[in-house]
Nanobody, 126 residues
Framework: VQLQASGGGLVQAGGSLRLSCAAS????????VGWFRQAPGKEREFVAA?????????YYADSVKGRFTISRDNAKNTVYLQMNSLKPEDTAVYYC???????????????????WGKGTQVTVSS
């Protein structure tokens, strides 16, 4: 599966953005999808993940719980990341990744992930 992240931009602190991760391929529903981010000078970190099929299971990093929401629309081959109450420390390049039939907790480890998309820049001004 090939992935393309979009929806990044510049927003003031307290604002919102919605990122999209569009996928190619007819088996998208069998992929768990995660969002990750990398700030300048820092390592890439896990943000959120949603399970394959109906997406009944979600998993979030503590730093974004209660502010970010991940969801999926398999008919559109797209996973979304709704980001509310944004903070300057959320500034980073955001990436989506997909893992075939794996759990959200597994994809959060960033080990042996099947596919990565190119990132989209999110900048939060104070």
């Amino acid at each position: 599966v090939q992935l393309q992240a979009s929806g990044g931009g510049l927003v003031q602190a307290g604002g919102s953005l919605r990122l999209s991760c569009a996928a190619s391929g007819r088996t998208f529903s069998r992929y768990t999808v995660g969002w990750f981010r990398q700030a300048p000078g820092k390592e890439r970190e896990f943000v959120a993940a949603i399970s394959w099929s109906s997406g009944v299971s979600t998993y979030y990093a503590d730093s974004v719980k209660g502010r970010f929401t991940i969801s999926r629309d398999n008919a559109k081959n797209t996973v979304y990341l709704q980001m509310n109450s944004l903070k300057p420390e959320d500034t980073a390049v955001y990436y989506c990744a997909a893992d075939y039939l794996r759990s959200p907790s597994h994809i959060s480890t960033m080990n042996d992930i099947d596919s990565w998309g190119k990132g989209t820049q999110v900048t939060v001004s104070s």
